[in-house]
């Protein structure tokens, strides 16, 4: 059985950075392969970014997040970091780590994910 915790929200400006981390523990985290969802309030659940098992070499971005968020991961620490920059009030939501156990180089954009974390707030002020 594996966890996550989630680190890293905060209350920003709009134009601001933050970073997101996800620490997994648990067993085999090079075999998962990860990713950001994020909920605002009064909407559904939605995937923001993912990257494939073991060396990340494929990633996935929603689209209004392309050129301003990056995924990653660090196999050696069982972390996967969401660096958000140029931040808009948009992007205002609880924000979820996931992981799935996959068997592909694949990234999924749905919730069809294994594990989850309890999510951390991140507020952007105008």
């Known amino acids: 059985q594996g966890q996550l915790v989630e680190s890293g929200g905060g209350l920003v400006q709009g134009g601001d950075s933050l970073r997101l981390s996800c620490a997994y523990s648990?067993?085999?985290?090079?075999?998962?392969?990860m990713a950001w969802f994020r909920q605002a309030p009064g909407k559904e659940r939605e995937f923001v970014a993912g990257?494939?098992?073991?060396?990340?070499?494929?990633?996935l971005y929603k689209d209004s997040v392309k050129g301003r968020f990056t995924i990653s991961r660090d196999n050696a620490k069982n972390t996967v970091g969401l660096q958000m920059n140029s931040l808009e009030p948009e992007d205002t939501a609880v924000y979820y780590c996931?992981?799935?156990?996959?068997?592909?180089?694949?990234?999924?954009?749905?919730?069809?994910?294994?594990?989850w974390g309890q999510g951390t707030q991140v507020t952007v002020s105008s």
């Open positions: 996931a992981a799935r156990y996959s068997s592909t180089w694949g990234v999924s954009p749905h919730d069809n994910y294994d594990y």
């Open positions: 990257i494939s098992r073991n060396s990340g070499v494929n990633t």
């Open positions: 648990g067993r085999v985290f090079s075999s998962l392969s």
